[in-house]
């Protein structure tokens, strides 16, 4: 099957909502969907919203009748998807097999490659609804793309095809790229609800009406800035605050067993600590404050004689 510069058969293994909407996105560039394999009936129902008209087919139908097939299935089913359609000779030569996992570069591919196919790696750093707003969402996306240096250049394509910005990502970096989209994205949500809990819990009618004007303000400083822009009592080297407010989540966590939300404080506190005291925003002295504020053993401040100075790579 021969790579063609124009437009592609496209199959899509796994409906979910990662799955829909590039698979709406890549046909929304002139390519065909021939197929899509949705099991649930939440994964069918998404299927018909965002590709109307394409049929739902077995996986092995669509890897016959695809020229680009795009694997949007959980990290831990990838690899035994992949070596179990090469086990029954499905994978074709000159086929393009893109998986959607952040985790996985091409390595996982092997076996396609084994078999004549064309492996890449092609991971949307975005959280999805499975609603069609997603496709606007990827105007302001981009994807970390890992393929053989030959075919780089069709991995980015079709990144760009779909209205995303493709960023390369060697293979052996491939989880620690994954590592910082998750710590950053999924802790954020977690530290959101834990702050709405305990406004909440003191009375506050609208805990997200407090918080969206702060949070959106932080993240906006914080990456047009870095850590420049730190502010707060950890940043200060505000020791008494920091220890009031170690305090009185270790009593809430009593009253209430939420100890996820003190632990989630202390941890963050220190690391913030950390990283100020090495930028040279907080002093040696000050660090040390903070640290025992937060009940935390700590032998001294890193680097805290020759902190490190920001670049303008970090600060942007």
Known sequence: MAIKPGRLGVGIIGAGK???????????????VVGVAAVS??????AELLLPGVPVLEIPDIVERSELVLLAVPDDALPGLVSGLAATGAWQVGQLVAHTSGRYGTGVLAPVKAAGGIPLALHPAMTFTGMSLDLTRLLDCTFGVTADAPMLPIAQALVVEMGAEPVVIAEADRVLYHAALAHSANHLVTLVAQAAQILGEIGVEAPNQVLGPLLRAALENALASGEQALTGPVARGDSGTVAAHTQALREHALDTSATD???????????????????GLLSAEAYLGVQAALGMDDGGAPDAQHPQ???TEESD
């Open 41 to 46: 009936e939440a994964s069918r129902d998404r």
């Open 309 to 311: 100075e920001p670049t």
């Open 261 to 279: 939300i003190v632990d989630a404080y202390l941890a963050l506190s220190s690391a913030t600590a950390v990283r100020a005291v090495r930028r």
């Open 18 to 32: 990662v799955g829909a909407v590039l698979g709406a996105a890549l046909r929304a560039a002139g390519h065909a």
